[in-house]
């Protein structure tokens, strides 16, 4: 599967982006997503990953963005998002979304084998 992401942008602390991750292929519902994000001089970081609609569709996040970070997805246009409110400077990263055909509940970077470029998501103090 190819991933595209995109929606970042620059947003004062506060505020809120929605990114997008669009996906090729008729099976991209079997597929669980996830976002992970890379600051400069910083390893790759989870963010949070949806199951396959297959598989319920369940979801789980890092604690540093719980209940601020929403990710769902629509099987119809092959697209999952990642609603981000009440941003803070920390969250400046590039953002990449992921899929994985193997796990059921991806977290670590090894269980995804396709990525989309990065977005960039720059919040001001």
């Known amino acids: 599967v190819q991933l595209q992401a995109s929606g970042g942008g620059l947003v004062q602390a506060g505020g809120s982006l929605r990114l997008s991750c669009a996906a090729s292929?008729?099976?991209?519902?079997?597929?669980?997503t996830g976002w992970f994000r890379q600051a400069p001089g910083k390893e790759r970081e989870f963010v949070a990953t949806?199951?396959?609609?297959?598989?319920?569709?369940?979801?789980y996040y890092a604690d540093s963005v719980k209940g601020r970070f929403t990710i769902s997805r629509d099987n119809a246009k092959n697209t999952v998002f990642l609603q981000m409110n009440s941003l803070k400077p920390e969250d400046t990263a590039n953002y990449y979304c992921?899929?994985?055909?193997?796990?059921?509940?991806?977290?670590?970077?090894?269980?995804?084998?396709?990525w989309g470029q990065g977005t960039q998501v720059t919040v001001s103090s």
């Open positions: 992921a899929a994985s055909g193997t796990y059921y509940s991806p977290r670590a970077p090894s269980d995804f084998g396709s």
């Open positions: 292929g008729r099976t991209f519902s079997r597929y669980a």
């Open positions: 949806i199951r396959a609609a297959t598989r319920g569709s369940g979801t």
